[in-house]
């Protein structure tokens, strides 16, 4: 190797190990605002976006300065708060099976789906042997 593409190769090594702090990408087109959930068509400000990977900081090169968000006239957006299963009922009183039945609701943010809760919204259970005759007891008790 002569010594000019050598220097040449010392370089480009040289500049591949250095640190390169990050820079912004152009920003995104705007878009309208929106909540998570939020179901309506009303638009209410437009936000855009950048992200910092022109370049990528690498070898310990500082992150970009600033946001990667630029909001306009967007309202804050109100807290989602997760669904929850409300108290439950009273038992009822003793069927005509020899069950009774105890229920709940579950609870959602507005703009959640109704039935997002885990498990089952009632309870069904056996009722003691003295308010039931044997015969609908042992019906209970066979799955009938």
Do not use: F
């Amino acid at each position: 190797m002569n010594p000019e593409n050598a220097h040449k190769l010392h370089l480009s090594r040289e500049c591949q190990y250095r640190d390169a702090n990050g820079g912004w990408s152009a920003w995104s087109s705007w878009v309208p605002c929106r909540c998570p959930g939020d179901t309506s068509s009303k638009v209410q400000g437009h936000k855009r976006t950048r992200t910092c990977n022109n370049p990528p900081p690498t070898n310990g090169g500082a992150n970009c300065e600033g946001s990667t968000i630029q909001r306009l006239d967007c309202p804050p957006c109100p807290q989602v708060e997760p669904p929850r299963w409300s108290s439950w009922s009273e038992w009822s009183d003793c069927n005509s099976d020899c069950t009774k039945t105890r229920r709940r609701q579950c609870i959602t943010s507005p703009g959640q789906p109704r039935r997002s809760c885990p498990g089952k919204d009632y309870q069904t259970v056996p009722c003691s042997s003295d308010l039931c005759p044997s015969t609908q007891l042992a019906g209970v008790r066979e799955g009938k």
